[in-house]
């Protein structure tokens, strides 16, 4: 079970470090553990330029393993303290990946409450910094639990991060620093490339058919042609995940209630 | 001879109902804990708080203080809900003004500009709009003719800060990595509150080497108190790190008769020195490692 939970955990991982490929020399902010190690993976495999923080307000030249350090004390190469990261990330040089409650088709995301807003079934976190960040730098997505109540129906219950909502928008018409990339998900890997930025599968990954996806999802998916299913890890990434990122094996605890 | 030092009870007692207070620090780091217990013990009541939120809101809002709320999130960081904020939340037993981390620090920083508003694309087309009552759009006097959010200024009657260190006229240094926004909380209020682990000579706060750890000049500061280890439970680094054990006990105590139980062995107390033994003496805090994230 633990090995199971641990496989679609490296799977995900690999996938999710995909996501920053491309981007240069910004800012990789992954928010809790899966997009974490997938910034630090990314950093290590895909895009040496990335800058990565030690989850507080240094900026690092190598990725931090997450949990206890034994090792050598990272090497701090800058500061990023809560003021500069404003700083930063409102001139767009960042791309980050989070974790939403909910999602809905247009890629609007949700943390701050569950239910209706004046008394909320569930209260979460509160937006954070969700609003800021959909509008001014590239946002992936991490969900790991894909079910018809996290890709909801409709809109979220609060929209906390902006999406292509034609309704929302001056014109109809998103702005062109909404910047939504990649969802990973326990099921598969999607992205905004569908029609009119459509959520479109990409990858299932292995034994997902695209009908239980659909199943999973309250909202109309697109295809990508072909749809492939989620590149296996390489000996490299899964050395550099069970050595360098993780080393006490604390992404077996994200998919711990799967059975084998 | 200038000389701010008051007691943390006697900085209470400056307070009103009805104020609007902003309290510095970030989700469980360097919130001014003592002068918030405080509060907890005194009959103050309809109080608006502006709060990157830690165990400062959760525990207003378990004792009723709370008639709104203005926040971008409430967390105890290495435990990510706090469930008194959630109970209160979701009772709808206070007001909200719910935004984001940067509109935050956007409306201090408006207020200590003496500006109505600061512009800025965050919130548009998000429900920070829709459920911010009376929050207005502007649209750029320039040829682009962008639609900005318009973030009002958020004044303070009071801002209320935890430094590591502060001399009796008010000079203060913050030593943690991250000074957070209490400057900016310091701007935008009225008057400023601020409770140091260690009350230190003016000759040795700050000199050449620490002068950046200044944060904020001493005119903005009202009085300053000196309380050991005042941010527990959350951390003020390099002094002692979050008392997740602490926070634990805390977050546990969420049912009513629970509630009344921390209050009774940690809050109801005659002095800080109580306090301290309550949570285990101040030797056992100051082994508290820094957080690691």
Not at chain 1, 158 to 184: E, F, H, Q, S, T
Not at chain 2, 62 to 69: E, I, Q, S, Y
Not at chain 2, 183 to 202: G, I, M, S
Request: include cysteine; charge should be neutral; charged fraction near 20%.
């Amino acid at each position: 079970m633990t090995e199971t939970a641990c496989n679609l955990a490296d799977l995900c991982i690999c996938a999710a470090a995909e996501a920053w490929r491309a981007d240069g020399e910004v800012l990789a902010t992954g928010i809790t553990l899966i997009p974490r190690l997938a910034a630090g993976l990314a950093r290590l495999t895909v895009n040496e330029e990335l800058l990565l923080t030690d989850a507080e307000c240094h900026l690092v030249a190598e990725p931090v393993p997450v949990g206890l350090r034994t090792g050598a004390p990272p090497v701090i190469e800058g500061w990023m303290p809560y003021a500069r990261t404003f700083d930063l990330l409102w001139g767009g040089r960042r791309h980050a990946m989070v974790a939403p409650t909910q999602i809905d088709r247009f890629g609007q995301a949700n943390i701050s409450i569950v239910g209706d807003y004046g008394r909320p079934k569930a209260a979460l976190l509160g937006v954070r910094g969700f609003p800021g960040n959909s509008l001014h730098h590239a946002n992936s997505y991490f969900v790991p639990n894909h079910t018809a109540r996290t890709f909801v129906a409709g809109e979220v219950d609060m929209v906390c991060g902006a999406g292509y909502n034609p309704d929302r928008w001056p014109d109809a018409r998103p702005p062109k620093w909404l910047d939504l990339r990649l969802i990973v998900t326990d099921l598969a890997v999607l992205d905004f490339d569908g029609p009119r930025h459509q959520v479109r599968v990409r990858h299932l990954h292995p034994g997902i058919t695209f009908e239980q996806l659909q199943d999973n999802t309250a909202f109309p998916l697109a295809r990508a042609e072909p749809l492939s299913t989620t590149p296996a890890p390489s000996a490299l990434q899964l050395r550099l995940i069970r050595e360098v990122l993780d080393p006490h094996g604390q992404r077996a605890s994200v998919f711990k209630h799967r059975s084998a | 001879m200038l000389d701010k030092t008051l007691t943390v009870a006697q900085m209470a007692g400056r307070l009103r109902n009805g104020m609007t207070i902003g309290i510095g620090g970030w989700g469980a780091r360097r919130k001014p804990m003592a002068l918030v217990r405080e509060i907890l013990r005194s009959e103050l009541r309809d109080l608006t708080i502006v709060s990157y939120g830690g165990p400062d809101v959760g525990m207003l809002c378990a004792a009723g203080k709370v008639a709104k709320l203005i926040f971008g999130f409430v967390s105890l960081d290495l435990i990510p809900l706090d469930p008194h904020f959630r109970a209160a939340r979701q009772a709808g037993a206070f007001e909200v003004w719910e935004i984001d981390e940067g509109l935050l620090q956007w409306g201090l920083r408006a207020a200590a500009m003496r500006l109505p508003f600061l512009p800025t694309r965050v919130g548009m087309a998000t429900d920070v709009m829709r459920f911010s009552k009376g929050v207005k759009t502007v649209r750029s006097p320039y040829d682009d003719g962008e639609e900005l959010l318009a973030m009002p200024a958020l004044r303070l009657d009071a801002a209320l800060l935890h430094v590591t260190e502060a001399d009796q006229r008010g000079n203060t240094v913050i030593l943690s990595p991250d000074p957070f926004f209490d400057d900016l909380f310091a701007r935008a209020a009225h008057e400023t509150f601020v409770t140091c682990d260690q009350l230190v000579a003016t000759d040795r706060i700050c000199g050449a080497q620490r002068a950046r750890y200044n944060a904020f000049e001493r005119s903005l500061v009202t009085a300053v108190a000196e309380v050991p280890y005042g941010a527990h439970p959350t951390a003020s680094v390099p002094n002692y790190g979050i008392d997740v054990e602490h926070l634990e006990s805390y977050s546990a105590a969420a049912s009513a008769a629970a509630w009344q139980n921390y209050r009774s062995r940690f809050i109801d107390l005659p002095d800080h020195a109580s306090y301290l033994e309550a949570v285990g003496g101040a030797p056992r805090i100051g082994a508290i490692a820094a957080p690691v994230f």
